[in-house]
């Protein structure tokens, strides 16, 4: 499977925006997925995930802002990011894996987010 991920953008602290990650080559039903984001000088971090039945998770830093979603039928995840601030500034990507112990294998190519304050 191959990950497109889009809908990042500059932004101004408390908006919002929808990230979409869409899957091509295989059905997305198969496969728990995740949001993470990297930030300049830091390391990549887990944001949010869904694992196949839908069930969603969160880091403590996005909980209550931050809402995953998927859609199998169109082979698309969803990040809805509310509440915004310049700490959320970093690349998105999303991920997928078809093993929920394993780490995640499969990458999109990132998407910008900036939060200016």
């Known amino acids: 499977v191959q990950l497109q991920a889009s809908g990042g953008g500059l932004v101004q602290a408390g908006d919002s925006l929808r990230l979409s990650c869409t899957a091509s080559g295989r059905t997305l039903r198969n496969y728990h997925m995740g949001w993470f984001r990297q930030a300049p000088g830091k390391e990549r971090e887990f944001v949010a995930s869904?694992?196949?039945?839908?069930?969603?998770d969160y880091s403590d830093a996005v909980k209550g802002r931050f809402t995953i979603s998927r859609d199998n039928a169109k082979n698309t995840i969803w990040l809805q990011m509310n509440s915004l601030n310049p700490e959320d500034t970093a690349v998105y990507y999303c991920a997928a894996k078809t093993v929920l112990t394993a780490p995640y294998s499969i990458w999109g190519q990132g998407t910008q987010v900036t939060v200016s304050s």
């Open positions: 869904t694992v196949r039945s839908g069930v969603p």
